[in-house]
């Protein structure tokens, strides 16, 4: 289990957004050199911060309540239980996609939901998600695509992504029916 002296040494974790008026106290037990502002507590931590995601060696997401912009300040709370270890050489993320938003995000694979989903490493997992969202919210696969259901082959093609390590061209051409 991860402590106040551990948990930002190579950890992965999903912060919840709260209010700034849930902070146990008005001083900070730890200011970084970046001006996040740490606070302490038996059960776990808050972070006030105006940049998430990759923080040093550790992948920090926060999961906003209200329309969230990087660079913006939010508060952020996680449990000890909820920080995960990380590192750049193990298979320990799975990507899902949230159909109705049109979104690509990752998880860890001690997440609760995690079911068997294909992991990759940070690296692999960033790459992925990158043409993951690329296909998600741009046509210019479809130049590619010869099939008249685009959005079949869409789906098709971005569920492929996520399950296999095949590439998007590998992907087309199996969906063209050319392999």
């Known amino acids: 289990m991860y402590t106040r002296y551990t948990f930002h ?14 902070l146990p106290k008005t001083n900070p037990d730890y200011t970084s050199a970046s001006g996040s502002k740490y606070y302490f507590t038996e059960e776990g931590v808050f972070r006030i911060s105006t940049h998430w995601g990759r923080a040093a060696n550790c992948r920090w997401r926060l999961i906003a309540n209200t329309s969230y912009h990087n660079q913006q300040q939010a508060c952020g709370y996680a449990r000890w ?11 320990l993320f799975y990507i899902t996609i949230d159909w109705v938003k049109q979104t ?3 998880y860890h694979k001690n997440d609760p939901s995690y079911s068997g989903q294909l992991c990759r490493t940070a690296n692999e997992t960033a790459k992925r998600l990158q043409k993951i969202t690329q296909i998600l919210q741009h046509d210019d696969w479809k130049k590619h ?5 685009y959005d079949v082959a869409k789906q098709l093609l971005l569920d492929k992504l996520i399950t296999t390590n095949s590439t998007v061209f590998q992907l087309i051409q199996e969906i063209n029916g050319k392999t």
């Not at 040494?9 to 700034?20: E, I, P, R």
């Not at 995960?84 to 050489?89: D, K, R």
């Not at 695509?145 to 259901?149: A, F, G, M, P």
Request: charged share 25%.
């Open 9 to 22: 040494k190579k950890t992965y974790c999903l912060f919840q957004q709260v209010a700034l008026d849930t």
């Open 81 to 91: 239980v909820d920080f995960q270890p990380n590192n750049e050489h193990e298979k």
């Open 104 to 106: 690509a995000t990752f």
């Open 145 to 149: 695509c010869t099939v008249y259901d």
